[in-house]
C-alpha cells in the first residue's frame, strides 16, 4: 500500500502515476511522492553498500590468487565493483541524501546490503562461483534495473551491467578450466557450488508473498518483475551452464518441466535468509568490522582532498 505523505495531494499522485503509466522516466528535479523518494533511497544505497561490502570475500584472495593473469583479473573486478559502489552513492545522492549519512548507517548496522557477502570464501573455486553465480543472479537483477523508471539510477546500471558481464564470464572461464582438471580442482569447484547455490537463489529477496515492498515498486516502474520472477529466469539459464562444465547444482527437486518451459526447483531455506539478513549470518560481524577499520584507516586519505579542494578552490567545506 503506498504511504501518502501530507504533501502528496491526490491531483499530484494521479499525475505521477499517469507519468509512470505513460513510460515516461523520472529526473531529480521533477516532483515525485515522498514514499517513492523514500523507497528508492533504499534501493540505491543497499545496492551501494553491497557493491562496496562484496568487494571483501574476493580481497581476501588477490595475494593468493595461482597465476598473474588471475591477479589482474580478480583485481580488476574488485576495482569495478568499488567504481559501481561510487555510481550508485551518486545516484542516491541525487535524492537529496549524503552519502556520509548512508555510509555511517552502514557502518552502524542500521543499513542493509546483500545477504550473499555475509557467507566465506573459503577456497579459490569460491572465486570462479562468485563470479559466475553470484554476479549472474545481479545481471539479472540488473537489467532490469536498467529500465527502471528513475533516470539516475537507470543510467548507472547500463555501466554496471556490462562491466558485471565480464564479472561473471571470467568467474565461468575460472571454473571451466578447472574442472578440466585434476580430481580434487573438480572437488572444489562442486564444493564452492554447494555452498553458493542456495545463497545465491536467496539474492532475489523473499518470495513475493513475503515481499513487503514489491506490490508499489511495480506500480511505480521501479521494478519491472517481481523476486520469484527474476529468480526463475536466473535459474533457467544457470541449469544448462553448470551441465555444459560438468557441475551438478545442490538441489535433488530440480527438474524440468515440459509444459511451462521452467525448471522447478526445491524449497528454499528462508529462515536461514532472514537470520542473514539480521545480522546472524557466518560473516555479518567480520564484514563491518572490515568495513569501519578501512573507513577509519582511510581518513586522513579524505582529509587531505578536502583540504587540498579547499585551498585551491577558495571554498570551505563544510564539516
Not at 491531483?11 to 523514500?38: C, H, N, S, V
Not at 583485481?75 to 561510487?86: P, Y
Not at 553465480?133 to 545481479?138: H, N, Q
Not at 529500465?147 to 565461468?172: L, W
Request: proline share 4%; glycine share 6%; with cysteine.
Amino acid at each position: 500500500m503506498t504511504v501518502v505523505n501530507d504533501s502528496d495531494t491526490p491531483e499530484q499522485l494521479e499525475a505521477f502515476q499517469a507519468r509512470i503509466d505513460a513510460g515516461e522516466t523520472i529526473e531529480p528535479k521533477d516532483w515525485m511522492p515522498a514514499q517513492y523518494r523514500k523507497q528508492l533511497v533504499r534501493m540505491i544505497s543497499q545496492h551501494a553498500h553491497s557493491e562496496i561490502v562484496g568487494m571483501l570475500p574476493e580481497g581476501n584472495w588477490l595475494t593468493r590468487a595461482p597465476s598473474l593473469r588471475r591477479k589482474k583479473i580478480l583485481l580488476a573486478k574488485i576495482q569495478d565493483e568499488g567504481g559501481h559502489g561510487l555510481y550508485l552513492y551518486c545516484a542516491a545522492e541525487t535524492l537529496g541524501v549524503d552519502r556520509t549519512e548512508l555510509i555511517d548507517q552502514l557502518h552502524a548496522g542500521k543499513a542493509k546490503y546483500s545477504q550473499i557477502f555475509n557467507y566465506p570464501s573459503l577456497n579459490w573455486a569460491d572465486i570462479g562461483v562468485i563470479g559466475w553465480l553470484v554476479d549472474g543472479a545481479a545481471i539479472v537483477n540488473q537489467t532490469m534495473l536498467a529500465k527502471t523508471s528513475y533516470g539516475p539510477y537507470s543510467r548507472a546500471m547500463i555501466r554496471i551491467c556490462k562491466e558485471e558481464n565480464f564479472h561473471k564470464k571470467q568467474g565461468y572461464e575460472l571454473l571451466a578450466q578447472m574442472m578440466e582438471g585434476t580430481k580434487d580442482q573438480q572437488a572444489m569447484v562442486q564444493d564452492a557450488v554447494n555452498r553458493w547455490w542456495w545463497p545465491s537463489l536467496m539474492m532475489f529477496g523473499p518470495s513475493d508473498k513475503d515481499s513487503p515492498n514489491s506490490k508499489v515498486l511495480l506500480k511505480w516502474k521501479v521494478k519491472r518483475k517481481t523476486n520469484d520472477e527474476l529468480r526463475q529466469r536466473f535459474i533457467n539459464m544457470t541449469v544448462p551452464q553448470a551441465n555444459a562444465i560438468g557441475v551438478k547444482l545442490p538441489d535433488p527437486d530440480l527438474q524440468f518441466d515440459e509444459k511451462t518451459k521452467n525448471w522447478n526447483f526445491g524449497e528454499i531455506n528462508w529462515d536461514e535468509f532472514w537470520a542473514v539478513v539480521k545480522g546472524h549470518g557466518p560473516c555479518n560481524v567480520e564484514r563491518l568490522e572490515a568495513r569501519r577499520a578501512a573507513h577509519d584507516e582511510g581518513r586522513w586519505v579524505r582529509e587531505a582532498a578536502e583540504a587540498y579542494a579547499e585551498k585551491h578552490s577558495g571554498i570551505k567545506k563544510a564539516a
